[in-house]
């Protein structure tokens, strides 16, 4: 039996992703973290092999305590994902001062330590989208899910630990198995079921001149393939570096959602609608991962192009709502 994996926010969107991967790879040796609440988030764990799935606070105090053994990779994706959360001392705490316990625990013991950063750490673009450590200090985060994020990879950089963990810098991902995440899902999973309720997909008016409604640009993902490069880094034994996690192109919010209609055989009908104030301070109109620290790290494959990542994500969710 391979050692064990442990996945922390297991049964999330981009954790479940990553252990099924695992899965198809043959390592049913996983130890599932996470915490599931009264929702339907354990339907994610359906159709998973793993040894055991653990609550993060009993996870925590069953490292600290010596009693678990074995581990040979840590993947932390476990985290508040939630952009607009505005109590900053759970994000403090969920979010940077248990990843640093974590990093300290899998240093101690010799695990490989993978975790999830954001690109929400380059705030509203404006010094680009390169994950070079010299830049890493200069970044200023537009909202505090962001700057909880940022303040573990500034403490990482500071403490020269890029030499032997990793960090990803998750940029705009989408797929299966995020139904669970309320209005944090991604727009092709808000705007799929809007148009086959409505038939119309709504985007946010622009409130920047630069850019026209709907042109808005982001770096998309398919969460299929932020899980190969997550696996690629964790199956590792050596090295480490703080990478984007993009496909190194921009696409407007108008190419995602015609892709959605094009996937459905619908002609586009887009309409625009008002961005919440809350947001028009703390948004971010472009993002594009540069992928060069990550292709020199050895990260060949190709990113699936967006119009077929989208097809293979409305099949599945036609699949499903059938």
């Known amino acids: 039996m391979s050692k064990l994996t442990v996945i922390t926010g297991a049964a999330g969107f981009i954790g479940r992703n990553v252990a099924a991967a695992l899965n198809g790879r043959g390592n049913d040796n996983l130890l599932l973290v996470d915490r599931l609440g009264s929702d339907e988030k354990w339907r994610n764990l359906i159709g998973l092999r793993y040894e055991d799935i653990l609550d993060p606070d009993e996870f925590l105090t069953r490292t600290a305590s010596g009693q678990l053994r074995g581990v040979e990779t840590l993947i932390h994706l476990g985290a508040c994902s939630a952009t607009t959360e505005r109590d900053a001392d759970f994000l403090l705490q969920n979010n940077y001062r248990y990843t640093r316990t974590l990093c300290e625990w899998c240093l101690e013991t010799g695990a490989r330590f993978v975790y999830a950063s954001s690109a929400a750490t380059y705030g509203d673009g404006g010094l ?60 092709v999973h808000k705007a799929y079921h809007e148009v086959k309720q409505t038939g119309v997909a709504s985007l946010f008016r622009s409130h920047h001149p630069g850019y026209a409604d709907g042109e808005q640009k982001r770096d ?3 969460v299929k393939d932020a899980a190969k490069v ?37 002609q586009p009908d887009i309409r625009f609608i008002e961005m919440p104030e809350a947001l028009r301070r703390r948004y971010q109109y472009y993002t594009q991962a540069e992928p060069a620290r990550l292709r ?27």
């Open 128 to 187: 680009g989208y390169s994950d070079d450590d010299a830049t890493t200090p200069l970044l200023r985060p537009l909202n505090m899910y962001g700057y909880s994020k940022h303040l573990f990879d500034l403490w990482a950089l500071r403490h020269g630990l890029f030499d032997h963990i990793v960090g990803l810098k998750y940029f705009n991902v989408f797929g299966p198995y995020e139904d669970h995440k309320g209005d944090m899902r991604s727009v």
């Open 220 to 222: 998309f993902i398919y």
């Open 230 to 266: 997550t696996l690629f880094f964790a199956e590792q034994q050596a090295g480490g570096g703080l990478f984007n996690c993009g496909t190194g192109r921009a696409h407007t919010w108008k190419d995602l959602v015609t892709a959605i209609f094009d996937a459905l055989r619908l």
């Open 296 to 322: 020199n790290a050895g990260y060949r494959a190709a990113f699936t192009p967006l119009a077929e990542a989208v097809t293979d994500y409305v099949r599945y969710l036609e699949e499903r709502n059938a």
